[in-house]
């Protein structure tokens, strides 16, 4: 009885390895991002995001906001690139538990994992960051 305690306690140690690590670079190739910036710099079109970041632009932040076309972003949060535009710098994003593609700058995102805004690092949250306005 002993023996066979011992045995499959032995079998069960081998065959539990340490955990895989994080594998950013194959995150990254995978398309997911982290947010950098805290704030409503995204939308459902690029022109409402070029309008919110653009300081010259007749429309004050409290405008955009009123016409609910705008969504904060935290830092920290993952979001998966689904398109990208190379000529405005915007990728089209989307964030774990919503349905619908927000657009950004590209600036915004980053291949590596940031602190959040609790000072943790984000790299295991898919769904946290994201309201409406």
Same mark, same amino acid.
């Given at each position: 009885?002993?023996?066979?305690?011992?045995?499959?306690?032995?079998?069960?140690?081998?065959?539990?390895?340490?955990?895989?690590a994080?594998?950013?670079?194959?995150?990254?190739?995978?398309?997911?991002?982290?947010?950098?910036?805290h704030?409503?710099?995204?939308?459902?079109?690029?022109?409402?995001? +070029?309008?919110?970041?653009?300081?010259?632009? =007749? @429309?004050?932040?409290?405008? $955009?906001? *009123? !016409? +609910?076309?705008?969504?904060?972003?935290?830092? =920290? @949060?993952?979001?998966?690139? $689904?398109? *990208? !535009?190379?000529?405005?710098?915007?990728?089209?994003?989307?964030?774990?538990?919503?349905?619908?593609?927000?657009?950004?700058?590209?600036?915004?995102?980053?291949?590596?994992?940031?602190?959040?805004?609790?000072?943790?690092?984000?790299?295991?949250?898919?769904?946290?960051?994201?309201?409406?306005?």
């Amino acid at each position: 009885m002993k023996l066979t305690i011992a045995i499959i306690s032995a079998v069960s140690l081998g065959l539990t390895g340490p955990a895989p690590a994080d594998n950013y670079t194959a995150l990254s190739a995978k398309g997911y991002r982290w947010v950098t910036i805290h704030g409503p710099y995204a939308s459902t079109t690029e022109q409402d995001v +070029e309008r919110l970041t653009d300081r010259r632009a =007749g @429309t004050t932040e409290a405008q $955009i906001l *009123e !016409d +609910e076309k705008a969504y904060y972003l935290i830092p =920290g @949060t993952i979001v998966q690139v $689904i398109k *990208e !535009d190379p000529v405005n710098d915007m990728s089209q994003v989307q964030l774990g538990g919503f349905a619908t593609f927000l657009w950004t700058y590209s600036r915004f995102l980053s291949k590596h994992p940031i602190r959040d805004i609790y000072g943790e690092s984000s790299r295991h949250r898919k769904t946290r960051g994201l309201c409406k306005v």
